[in-house]
């Protein structure tokens, strides 16, 4: 490997790049994990979960990724044979489908076009089928695509489902999602929420994060699907004690706890605001390159990555592996059926304006070397429409 001078440029849409602080806070060292100063830690990270995932009700917090969480979700509320519905949203909604599949759950996929957010009739109208909707017990949705870079309106689909009485349960993937945008756990209705550490939460990947409703709890008490490491009551158990059932991962707690005192300091509308600047100036740049956005509606890109697909005759990845070579940017691949089709710009966690200039200026620069069609003025554009944001 030839040595790159200065930071390497992390813009995945997860793993994000961990901010020093973070890092610091990782490296302490180890403690009595049932001892009283971790005592005093779990409560303050259950407290902060709560508040990041705007939710009054039970929290967990486990050491896994986050296809860990899906398996959480489903093993805590569903039994074997349960019916659950999922839409083609993207690969992430399909890998949580795959898991379904595995646990002997019934999956209903239903066709979507994964260049837009996925709405309250299409979800409706399966639920309105009749008996076939009424054997839905749980509809497995992503809020934010990472695949695609498509946000889909969870809000409305949350009061709609609630408005409808359907008693399924809502249970929402917000792995890149979670410290990127808004989300309400409670408000929206949501029963089973799930997400990761390495994206907007900025940690290295290791933690999965997961907020259950009551109604999700109740689900709990009868569900008989196999569960033991996942299972709510001995964390729910433990917890109350300030422990865990097993050796948690006590250096990515210290992490957690470090970026969650990162996240109230700069005030969580003061970074969803961030983000959505973000998403617009790269969104400026793409329009300003001629290039083309996975998705299909301004309204639906997503404020934490921008996906963007590259001419036919064209390979993304060849594009990605210039511009880390040349650039040592990387760069999100696509993924599962758009590989190759588009490349995606993770602007999500910890960065700056200064920091996304950097990105799209590598964009632009490896789009010249490449000889991807495109126009020139990306990198203008985008400092453009920073600049309104700026206040003197
Ligand atoms: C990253 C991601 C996952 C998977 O998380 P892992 O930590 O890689 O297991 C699931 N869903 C979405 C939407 C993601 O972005």
């Known amino acids: 490997m030839t040595y790159h001078s200065g930071r390497h440029f992390l813009q995945l849409p997860g793993p994000t790049n961990t901010p020093e602080r973070v890092l610091r806070a990782l490296s302490k060292p180890t403690i009595d994990h049932r001892g009283p100063e971790f005592k005093e830690l779990t409560p303050r990270l259950l407290e902060g979960m709560r508040w990041l995932f705007r939710t009054e009700q039970a929290v967990f917090i486990y050491p896994a990724s986050g296809s860990g969480a899906w398996e959480c979700a489903l093993v805590n509320t569903l039994s074997p044979g349960d019916k659950v519905l999922s839409f083609q949203q993207g690969f992430f909604a399909s890998g949580w489908t795959n898991v379904a599949r595995s646990y002997g759950l019934e999956v209903q996929v239903e066709p979507w076009d994964p260049r837009r957010g996925l709405t309250p009739e299409a979800i409706l109208n399966v639920l309105e089928e009749g008996e076939r909707g009424d054997e839905i017990k749980a509809i497995l949705l992503v809020h934010n695509e990472t695949s695609t870079g498509v946000t889909t309106d969870i809000k409305a689909i949350g009061r709609a489902l609630r408005e409808s009485g359907h008693p399924a349960l809502l249970l929402v993937d917000s792995v890149s999602s979670l410290a990127a945008m808004d989300y ?30 009551a109604r999700a709890l109740q689900a709990h008490d009868s569900a008989r699907l196999p569960r033991s490491y996942w299972d709510w009551s001995a964390q729910l158990e433990f917890n109350e004690q300030g422990v865990f059932p097993y050796t948690p991962a006590t250096n990515l707690l210290y992490g957690l706890d470090e970026a969650l005192s990162m996240l109230r300091e700069e005030g969580l509308s003061n970074v969803f605001a961030r983000h959505a600047e973000f998403g617009e100036a790269t969104r400026a740049a793409v329009q300003a390159w001629d290039l083309e956005l996975f998705a299909l509606n301004l309204r639906e890109a997503s404020n934490a990555l921008t996906a963007v697909l590259v001419p036919e005759g064209y390979n993304a990845d060849d594009l990605r592996a210039v511009i880390l070579n040349r650039f040592d940017m990387s760069l999100g691949t696509g993924l599962g059926d758009f590989k190759g089709d588009l490349f995606r710009i993770g602007h999500l966690g910890d ?6 200039m950097g990105t799209l200026a590598g964009v632009e620069m490896g789009l010249a070397l490449t000889g991807v069609p495109h126009s020139q003025g990306g990198v203008a554009a985008a400092m453009k429409h920073m600049m309104k944001g700026v206040i003197l």
């Open 184 to 213: 309400f756990h409670d408000d929206w209705g949501i029963d089973v929420t799930i997400s990761g550490s390495q994206k907007g939460i900025t940690l290295p990947p290791g933690l999965c994060v997961v907020a259950a409703s």
């Open 351 to 356: 960065l700056n304006r200064l920091t996304l």
